[in-house]
């Protein structure tokens, strides 16, 4: 999934259809590592314009990640367009492309998942969820919810489990 930049120019096509499907072990974006679970898809087109190289592509995987609440391992299969121009990091200015949505690149090649995964960011669901209904983790003992009830709720009364911070508010409450 590399793209030449100077083939691009040297062909001297103004476009080239991409349509790649491969199997990528993971995707990194910062330091966050997202397994996938399908293989990478992206398809459309690069074009070169007067203003510069230009993607207009549609992507199409699933990543593994974990559950907002419980942690299980979810895949959230992803569909989404990538649209932008394909800028190499020291020609980069921000006011040429303020509006304008922007790739980096570095050195001669362009790298589709590299591409890719700096758009993972705003792509992922702000919450992954295993199930609507997920009950997710006790907070005390760490229990899954989902699979059984732990007795924290059950026992806050009883002088063994209670919190000892806590204690001190109940032994308040009974002098007043
Ligand atoms: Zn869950
Ligand atoms: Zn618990």
Not at 107 to 127: A, C, H, M, R, Y
């Amino acid at each position: 999934m590399v793209i030449s930049v100077e083939e691009l120019i040297r062909l001297k096509k103004d476009k080239i259809e991409l349509d790649f499907s491969e199997n990528i072990e993971s995707i990194v974006y910062n330091d966050d590592v997202y397994k996938l679970a399908s293989p990478l898809s992206i398809t459309g087109t690069i074009s070169t314009t007067k203003q510069g190289i230009y993607i207009d592509s549609n992507v199409d995987y699933t990543i593994v990640a974990p559950c907002s609440r419980c942690l299980k391992d979810v895949e959230v299969p992803l569909n989404y367009d990538v649209q932008g121009f394909l800028v190499e990091e020291e020609d980069f200015r921000e006011d040429e492309f303020e509006d304008l949505d922007a790739f980096f690149y570095n050195g001669s090649d362009i790298e589709l998942v590299e591409l890719i995964s700096q758009t993972l960011d705003f792509n992922l669901p702000t919450k992954v969820l295993c199930n609507e209904s997920c009950k997710g983790l006790c907070y005390t003992c760490g229990a899954d919810l989902n699979i059984n009830e732990c007795s924290c709720n059950k026992d806050t009364n009883d002088e063994e489990h209670i919190d000892p911070r806590l204690a001190k508010l109940k032994d308040l409450f009974n002098k007043e």
